[in-house]
Structure formats: structure tokens, C-alpha cells
């Protein structure tokens, strides 16, 4: 079974995601501290998961001033990459953009994130309560997540049907 470890980078916090690549059920996800997402970059992940790909959300420039927060994320994002390459010596993650998520999953490049998560409910979780959270008795396929997890799964969703050719 071939596991996707997908990271949304922020500047400080980041959500991730390891995703079953065959059944795209999320088995562990969090938004963590850079420091802590750092960890798994490196492979210690939690439950003794193991992930066979890596992904992490690229930034694009479409030619507008950005702030210092864009810059340091840039960081993580290297850091990141060079965590998930060291010792194992098979190159680096896949570096994925937002637009092409938003393509993939949307069909547009003007969706927003909650298009985005819009349509992973419309596909993973159709008519469950509480965009397919579910409720504590009946959890759903989304159960505990939150901010910037649903864009990290939608990367990893992205590199399964992309990437990994595998059929959901």
C-alpha cells in the first residue's frame, strides 16, 4: 500500500496529511508547528505510519508584492524538502502548486480554499452531516479536521489520482 505524506507550509504552523494512495482515507493529519512537521518530514511518524511519496505545496509569484511571512514559509519549504531527501538518496519531493490543486479538484484556477474542501466533500463524504466530519458518535471521513488539513489533503488526494495513477 503506497502512503502519501502531503504538506500544507505556512511560516510557522503547517498542516499535513498521510494518505492511503489506493482508498485516499486520511490515516494521520494534524496542523502541527513547522518545528513538529519538521519530525515527520524526517519519516517519524505517527503509529509507526510510513509514507512512500512525499508531497508539499509549492508558492507560485504571479507578480504581486508579497510580505516577510511568504519569504519564511519559502524556508519551510526547504527544510522541509531537505528532510524528506536526507539518507534516503531518492530525490527530492514532489513540489506541487496550489493552482494546479485548485484545476485538479475544481476545475478552475479561481476556486478558494473552500471550494477546494467543497469538493472533496462532494466526492469523499456526499451527504454527511457537518461537511463529512460527522458528529463524535459517528465520525465521518473528515473527522477532527481543521484549517489548513483540508489543503493538505487535497495535495495528497492530488498526487494519488496524478501522480500515483491510481484510480479512486
Same mark, same amino acid.
Given at each position: 500500500m503506497t502512503r502519501i505524506l502531503a504538506? =500544507?507550509? /505556512? %511560516?510557522?504552523?503547517?498542516?499535513w496529511c @498521510?494518505? =492511503?494512495a489506493e482508498t485516499r482515507k486520511p490515516l494521520a493529519?494534524? &496542523?502541527? #508547528? %513547522? #518545528?513538529?512537521v519538521l519530525e515527520l518530514a524526517y519519516g517519524?511518524?505517527?503509529? /509507526?505510519i510510513e509514507a512512500d511519496r512525499r508531497a508539499i505545496?509549492? @508558492?507560485?509569484?504571479?507578480g504581486m508584492a508579497v510580505g516577510r511571512e511568504v519569504f519564511e514559509t519559502c524556508v519551510w519549504i526547504g527544510r522541509f524538502a531537505e528532510a524528506m531527501t536526507d539518507g534516503r538518496g531518492d530525490g527530492l519531493p514532489d513540489l506541487i502548486y496550489r493552482r494546479d490543486? &485548485?484545476?485538479?479538484?475544481?476545475?478552475?484556477a479561481k476556486a478558494k480554499d473552500a471550494n477546494v474542501r467543497q469538493a472533496l466533500v462532494d466526492r469523499f463524504a456526499p451527504g454527511q452531516p457537518n461537511? /463529512? &466530519?460527522g458528529t463524535k458518535a459517528e465520525p465521518g471521513w473528515f473527522h477532527g479536521f481543521r484549517a489548513d488539513v483540508w489543503q493538505a489533503y487535497a495535495l495528497a488526494v492530488y498526487v494519488a489520482d496524478v501522480r500515483e495513477g491510481v484510480d479512486s
Open positions: 504538506i =500544507d507550509p /505556512g %511560516n510557522v504552523e503547517s498542516g @498521510v494518505v =492511503d493529519f494534524d &496542523k502541527s #508547528a %513547522n #518545528a513538529q517519524y511518524l505517527p503509529d /509507526g505545496e509549492m @508558492v507560485a509569484s504571479y490543486i &485548485k484545476l485538479h479538484h475544481c476545475h478552475s461537511h /463529512g &466530519k
